[in-house]
Every structure is written in structure tokens, then in C-alpha cells.
């Protein structure tokens, strides 16, 4: 059984900058790309745009391609992107993800709610 938390240890942890930062920056970012280590672009900066597009709640990747200057800079400062990939490349790049790779990640999510004793099993 998780221990009780005071309100505010319980909102850090589950504050965006802590789960990003914390649990699925470093998951992305550690995740086998098979590709040249020449590739214009990391698997991880594909996987935190395809992230950032389902929290921009963006209609399609035509639309989240279009951001302007301030949101593409939150987009390197929130995110942590380095370069934004286009739609074709963001397809192609993400079609080569395993989806049992990507639900290693969301069970770590879990696990850090549960722990933090949002959850229960």
C-alpha cells in the first residue's frame, strides 16, 4: 500500500515537468533506433513530437506542423526536441516502433501513480 503524501508532494509528482521529465523523457529517449546513427532525425525527438502533438491536441500533423515561432519554442523548451521531424518522416520513423516497446513505457507511468497512490491495481 502507497504511503499517504501531503497534497503537495502528490501534486509534483504528478505535475507534467516531473512525469515528462522523470518517466518519459529518459523512456524515449533510451529506446533501441536500429537506424544509422547518421539519421536526420532521433527516434526520441520523433516519439516527444508525436507526445507534444497529442498534448497540443493538434487535429492532424499538417496542423501541428504549421505552429508558430513561440509554440515550435515550446517545443524545444518543454518537450525537449531538438528538431521537429515533418509528417512523412514522423510516420515513417514511428511505423518502425514496436508497440510492446512503447507500453514499457506507459507501465512505468502506471507504476509511478500507483506508487504515488493515485491508483489502485
Known sequence: MAKARSESELSRLCSFDYVFGQILHPFFSRLDDGRAFNASYSLGDALRAAFAIYSFKAASLFEFGRLTQAEEHNLASVFRIG???????????????RPAELRAGFGRLLDHLRGAGLLRR
Open 83 to 97: 528538431r521537429i521531424p515533418s509528417d512523412n518522416c514522423l510516420r515513417k520513423l514511428l511505423d518502425g516502433v
